[in-house]
Every structure is written in structure tokens, then in C-alpha cells.
């Protein structure tokens, strides 16, 4: 990771002319570059291509620590279906629901897709408790979102008596979710970076469930010891993380993000 000082000027939202460059190749889902966030130096998940086989991940991987695999599947139809332009059209009248990104998630907002997207979908504010924080994740109707989900193609490996649920995002550059486990799943980025903190489940992470993953990156990360840094890697397009069952994990969208999760329960 860059030092301390250098990443908190990355992270402040400033004030700044509406000219200045923003990220492209991003499907219009746009991050003023002064505003997206590091990632860090050195990714700790391992990362296996394609020719991981199902027998492989169930024997390294499935109950025992997370992985990244790169190229498992083809996602550029789906991905082609989640720009910005292409989902307001699509589904702008649609209502979500808004989830706080707190440890728990006690509150729930329903609002306009459309709403969210041109009004609610900015950069985390410092300030900003995670309690305090609104933003689009899970809780997706199923019935309204199915056109697109129908689209996306989750990893193969399946872990024996489980099935999948999508739970589909969209996030600011900043925002994130604070520590949290439940059982397992993957997740991908379809535009964007999301960075992952991850700890096994008998190494409770050092965090205030209200308090945003930001401010946690800012405020304790660097005063970790190595022996109680967390398992961290950023994810990109094309990449899928695979967390077990019960790992603490915390995540940090670096850019605007779009991202779909696949939960096995």
C-alpha cells in the first residue's frame, strides 16, 4: 500500500472543476480520477486461471481460504447490459431498495432507480458514519431484475447441497461494507474495482460495525501489525473472488462500480 498521507488525498472527496478527466472504459459509469481510491501493493489471495478444476477448488479452496480466478466465464454480454445509459433505460422507474453499509444493514430505503443513480451514487463521504450511508446492494426483486440476471453467468463450481442467489450492486468510489460473515460465495466486479479485506473466522477483525471500511482503511489499517493484517486483494472485470463459509470479509468499491455476488446456501 502507498503511504498513509498519499492515499488520504485520494480518498477526500475535494471540490473540483466539473472538466477535469474522469475514467474511461467504464461503461459510462464515470469516477472523477482524482477520487478513485489505491489499491494495495501486494495482492495476498492467490490467483488461478481458468484451468483451475472443480476438483481442485473443492480440495484447495472451497472450505479452507478464499481464491481469485480470472476467465472463468464470459460475462461482456451481461457486462454490455449493465452500463449506465443501457440500465437507466431499461430500468430507471424501477424502485430499489437502498441498504445502509453498516455491519448489519438496519436500515432500508426504497427510491427510483433512476433517483439513486443521477442524485445518491457519489463518492463515500468522510464525514460519513456507514449507518449514515445509503447505497444499492441485494435486496434486488427478482421478478423485475430477471431479464437481466437471465444474462449473467455464474461461476461453475458449486459447493455439494448448495444453490446460488444473485445479489446485484452499484456503488460509489468510497463505499463499501464494513466486516460482516455468512456463508459462502463469489463475487465479481462487472465494471470497476472492488478491494477485499478478508480474515478466517476465528481471527475476529479490529472494526466498528458503524463505522464505514473507508474510515476503517484509514483510521486503524495502517497500525496493524503484519501478523494481523487481513487477507486483501482488489478484483477487476473478468475476475471473480471466492469467499468460504463464515471468513469475515469487508469491501471497498475504488471506482464506481457495478458488481454481482453469488451467494451458496
Not at 437507466?88 to 427510483?112: C, I, M, W
Not at 474495482?193 to 482503511?217: A, G
Not at 494481523?228 to 469487508?250: K, Q, S
Amino acid at each position: 500500500m502507498g503511504s498513509w498521507w498519499q492515499f488520504l488525498l485520494l480518498s477526500i472527496p475535494l471540490s473540483l472543476p466539473g472538466d477535469l478527466d474522469y475514467l474511461e472504459g467504464n461503461g459510462g459509469w464515470l469516477t472523477n480520477k482524482y477520487l478513485a481510491l489505491m489499491e494495495e501493493d501486494h495482492c495476498t489471495v492467490e490467483r488461478r486461471d481458468a484451468s483451475l478444476t472443480y476438483s481442485q477448488f473443492i480440495d484447495q479452496y472451497a472450505f479452507s481460504r478464499p481464491v481469485v480466478i480470472q476467465g472463468l466465464t464470459d460475462n461482456s454480454e451481461f457486462q454490455a447490459l449493465c452500463t449506465r445509459n443501457k440500465l437507466l433505460a431499461e430500468f430507471g422507474d424501477r424502485v430499489v431498495r437502498l441498504s445502509t453499509a453498516n455491519t448489519y444493514s438496519y436500515q432500508k430505503v426504497d427510491v427510483p432507480f433512476q433517483e439513486y443513480v443521477e442524485h445518491l451514487l457519489k463518492p463515500q463521504d468522510l464525514a460519513s458514519l456507514g449507518s449514515d450511508t445509503l447505497y444499492f446492494f441485494g435486496d434486488n426483486n427478482f421478478t423485475e431484475w430477471g431479464s437481466l440476471f437471465q444474462k449473467y453467468m455464474p461461476p461453475p463450481f458449486q459447493i455439494p447441497g448448495t444453490s446460488g442467489a444473485y445479489s446485484f450492486g452499484i456503488a460509489g468510489s468510497g463505499s463499501g461494507v464494513p466486516f460482516h460473515w455468512h456463508g459462502p460465495g463469489y463475487s465479481e466486479v462487472i465494471f470497476g474495482r472492488k478491494r477485499w479485506f478478508l480474515y478466517p473466522p476465528e481471527k475476529t477483525p479490529e472494526f466498528h460495525p458503524n463505522k464505514t471500511t473507508l474510515s476503517w482503511l484509514l483510521d486503524t489499517y495502517p497500525f496493524l501489525p503484519p501478523e494481523d493484517r487481513p487477507v486483501e486483494c482488489t478484483i477487476h472485470p473478468g475476475e471473480v473472488l471466492y469467499f468460504p463459509d463464515r471468513w469475515w470479509h469487508a469491501t471497498l468499491n475504488l471506482d464506481t462500480s457495478v458488481f454481482i455476488s453469488t451467494f451458496l446456501g
